[in-house]
């Protein structure tokens, strides 16, 4: 019976200890790997959708602009090559794996884009329902996108920060030591570059007959 007491102060312990590890927040470091992994899911997921939707695109295009064979050309090209990239979970905390898988899908957004600019130079292309349908499923797809890479952006912040700051470093260097920061989808070319803007006044029109380096004539009275 001498043992009683200490049976349940050794109860109450493992009871206690879970709760008070979790209070500490040693299942953060998990928990956030997880959402930041779903996340990632949800940006392959629109790249794959994407990528469904180009080989219709690209043929609709093909009927109507045959002789665009170098952009069409291009985009198939792209689009393999992104296929190609193979990604799984190591790569979010491999940077030169993820730059790679970045750059391929980057590559195709850029030529996709040359494609959609065709459709200016055919009428017919721009009032065919096919391409006008896939256009406007592919603008919604490229939307969804870059909402995937925004919240997955700042999924992996919110991970990547648990892994550095008190108390969860601890768990980071003891429990989770092989866990490693996620790479980050960094901003387009497109979206880094301002826009130029010029105040600039317009050059005035040049007067026929006027001497090059002349003043302008006075306003007539």
């Given at each position: 019976?001498?043992?009683?007491?200490?049976?349940?102060?050794?109860?109450?312990?493992?009871?206690?200890?879970?709760?008070?590890?979790?209070?500490c927040g040693i299942n953060a470091i998990p928990?956030k790997q997880e959402a930041a992994r779903a996340?990632?899911?949800?940006?392959?997921?629109?790249?794959?959708?994407?990528?469904?939707?180009?080989?219709?695109?690209?043929?609709?295009?093909?009927?109507?602009?045959?002789?665009?064979?170098?952009?069409?050309?291009?985009?198939?090209?792209?689009?393999?090559?992104?296929?190609?990239?193979?990604?799984?979970?190591?790569?979010?905390?491999?940077?030169?794996?993820?730059?790679?898988?970045?750059?391929?899908?980057?590559?195709?957004?850029?030529?996709?884009?040359?494609?959609?600019?065709?459709?200016?130079?055919?009428?017919?292309?721009?009032?065919?329902?096919?391409?006008?349908?896939?256009?406007?499923?592919?603008?919604?797809?490229?939307?969804?996108?870059?909402?995937?890479?925004?919240?997955?952006?700042?999924?992996?912040?919110?991970?990547?920060?648990?892994?550095?700051v008190f108390p969860t470093s601890i768990w980071?260097?003891?429990?989770?030591?092989?866990?490693?920061?996620?790479?980050?989808?960094?901003?387009?070319?497109?979206?880094?570059?301002?826009?130029?803007?010029?105040?600039?006044?317009?050059?005035?029109?040049?007067?026929?007959?006027?001497?090059?380096?002349?003043?302008?004539?006075?306003?007539?009275?």
């Amino acid at each position: 019976m001498s043992n009683t007491p200490r049976h349940w102060k050794r109860l109450a312990v493992a009871a206690v200890l879970p709760l008070a590890l979790a209070g500490c927040g040693i299942n953060a470091i998990p928990t956030k790997q997880e959402a930041a992994r779903a996340k990632w899911a949800d940006v392959q997921n629109d790249y794959q959708r994407r990528s469904d939707l180009i080989p219709n695109l690209v043929a609709t295009v093909k009927g109507f602009a045959a002789q665009e064979k170098s952009v069409l050309v291009e985009v198939t090209q792209a689009r393999a090559s992104a296929t190609q990239v193979k990604v799984d979970a190591s790569t979010l905390t491999d940077p030169a794996a993820f730059q790679k898988y970045e750059q391929a899908q980057n590559q195709l957004s850029g030529v996709l884009g040359r494609l959609m600019m065709i459709q200016e130079k055919y009428p017919d292309l721009k009032s065919n329902e096919n391409f006008m349908a896939l256009q406007s499923q592919l603008e919604g797809t490229e939307n969804r996108i870059t909402v995937a890479r925004s919240d997955y952006n700042a999924a992996v912040q919110d991970y990547n920060t648990t892994l550095r700051v008190f108390p969860t470093s601890i768990w980071a260097s003891t429990f989770y030591s092989s866990e490693k920061p996620m790479a980050l989808f960094s901003a387009t070319a497109a979206a880094q570059s301002a826009p130029t803007v010029s105040f600039d006044a317009p050059a005035p029109a040049a007067v026929p007959g006027a001497v090059p380096g002349s003043p302008p004539p006075a306003a007539k009275p």
